[in-house]
């Protein structure tokens, strides 16, 4: 069965430190691995996406994830947070196999930078 | 501008009561998705349809219904069946054409409360 964990309700971080947020995952065959966001009561925003390639993503405002198969994790960093990267963030995975398109979702991390 | 449009934003009912939450697109996308996301839970997927007149249950689809007679509209109904209605409700939609990668489009969500 296709599952996805973020270890971490909440992950603190200050303002122009790095950030990471966990994501690990179990499929069968090939995974997409994908991060959101979401800011409260809004939906859910693309930000970047591993299909296939390069373990490195880079997606929008600055953020990055790291693919590693050894693992089965897909972290999610950004160099310099931001105050305005306080948001959830949800990791997502899916089969290769699963032609049905449906997503599996993390249960999301609740990221907070202080100035 | 294209997008998903959800409505209403937030919705109150009484106990006992149907209610029918709307979800149109103009991304001219095949695929869409109803997720419920409750706090610390992530997101759980209701329903979905990859083409007119044709959806499938997802993993709580108990106490929802939905229909597709256009490309553009997946509404999605909660029943009195529904033992615990009360939550943010997501619609997604899929960029044709890579369906295969999963990368859904959201809208805003509707918040259901059952009073």
């Known amino acids: 069965a296709q599952s996805v964990a973020q270890p971490e309700d909440q992950v603190n971080v200050a303002e122009g430190n790095p950030l990471t947020v966990k994501c690990t995952y179990s499929?069968?065959?090939?995974?997409?691995l994908f991060w959101y966001v979401q800011y409260p009561n809004r939906g859910l925003q693309f930000l970047l996406k591993?299909?296939?390639?390069?373990?490195l993503v880079k997606g929008s405002y600055g953020f990055e994830a790291e693919f590693n198969k050894s693992q089965t994790s897909f972290h999610l960093k950004k160099p310099s947070a931001l105050v305005s990267d306080s948001a959830l963030y949800f990791c997502?995975?899916?089969?290769?196999?699963?032609?049905?398109?449906?997503?599996?979702f993390g249960q999301g991390t609740e990221l907070s930078v202080k100035p | 501008d294209g997008g998903i449009t959800q409505s209403p934003k937030y919705l109150f009912r009484k106990e006992g009561q149907n209610v029918t939450l709307s979800c149109e697109q103009n991304l001219n996308h095949d695929a869409m998705y109803w997720y419920r996301q409750d706090p610390g839970q992530g997101l759980r997927l209701i329903y979905y349809s990859q083409i007119v007149n044709d959806f499938q249950k997802g993993d709580i689809a108990e106490g929802y219904s939905v229909s597709r007679e256009k490309k553009e509209s997946f509404p999605l109904t909660v029943t009195s069946a529904q033992k615990n209605p009360t939550a943010f409700y997501l619609c997604?939609?899929?960029?044709?054409?890579?369906?295969?990668?999963?990368?859904?489009?959201f809208g805003e969500g509707s918040r259901l409360t059952v009073l």
């Open positions: 591993y299909i296939t390639g390069d373990n």
């Open positions: 499929v069968s065959g090939n995974p997409y």
């Open positions: 997502a995975v899916r089969s290769f196999y699963n032609q049905g398109g449906k997503l599996i």
């Open positions: 997604a939609s899929s960029v044709p054409g890579q369906v295969n990668t999963g990368e859904l489009f």
